[in-house]
């Protein structure tokens, strides 16, 4: 059974970075086929995915974000995380890390999600 958990400060001052990491169990990073993903949730919103970073290494971000935003990883934690950069009040969001499978789309694993607000 994998197992996700988020991790990171709850509360962001406007123009810092964002930086939450994922600690994954039952699963290791680099198993084939897996994109280890990050989503978020605005409130009202609906789901709006940021990207992700693949078993290989590679990464790949959602257009609307990719000029703020990193994913790399610590494979010897077994570990992802995300950066996003100048944060806004717009970035407020319940942040949640997942794992997809064979695919891109196919999630199967999600973290419980952890709530990050940017204010001053």
């Known amino acids: 059974q994998v197992q996700l958990q988020e991790s990171g400060p709850g509360l962001v001052k406007p123009s810092q970075t964002l930086s939450l990491t994922c600690t994954v169990s039952?699963?290791?990073?680099?198993?084939?086929?897996?994109?280890w993903t990050w989503i978020r949730q605005s409130p009202g919103k609906g789901l709006e995915w940021i990207g992700y970073?693949?078993?290989?290494?590679?990464?790949y971000y959602s257009p609307s974000l990719k000029s703020r935003t990193s994913i790399s990883r610590d494979t010897s934690k077994n570990q992802f995380t995300l950066q996003l950069t100048s944060a806004t009040p717009e970035d407020t969001a319940r942040y949640y890390c997942a794992r997809a499978f064979l695919g891109v789309d196919f999630i199967d694993y999600w973290g419980q999600g952890t709530q990050v607000t940017v204010s001053s």
């Open positions: 970073i693949a078993y290989s290494g590679s990464t």
């Open positions: 039952g699963g290791s990073i680099t198993t084939n086929s897996c994109y």
